[in-house]
């Protein structure tokens, strides 16, 4: 279970950073920003570390 949510959270993680960069519309990559950061987060809390992953969302997602 904790192996399939890592390997969607990867991709989604690389494919929200690979929008970023190709995104030419700024409101688009900054959505495609919010969603990286998001499974970043979720890929703070299968490794167990639930404050870096609550800090993650508020102060990086939260400001964007």
Not at 4 to 31: M, T
Not at 36 to 51: G, S
């Amino acid at each position: 279970m904790s192996t399939v949510a890592f390997f969607v959270a990867g991709i989604g993680a690389i494919a929200g950073a690979l929008g970023v960069v190709v995104l030419r519309n700024p409101f688009y990559a900054v959505l495609s920003l919010v969603f990286h950061l998001l499974n970043l987060a979720a890929l703070f809390l299968l490794l167990r570390a639930e404050f870096v992953a609550a800090a993650q969302v508020i102060v990086y997602a939260g400001g964007v």
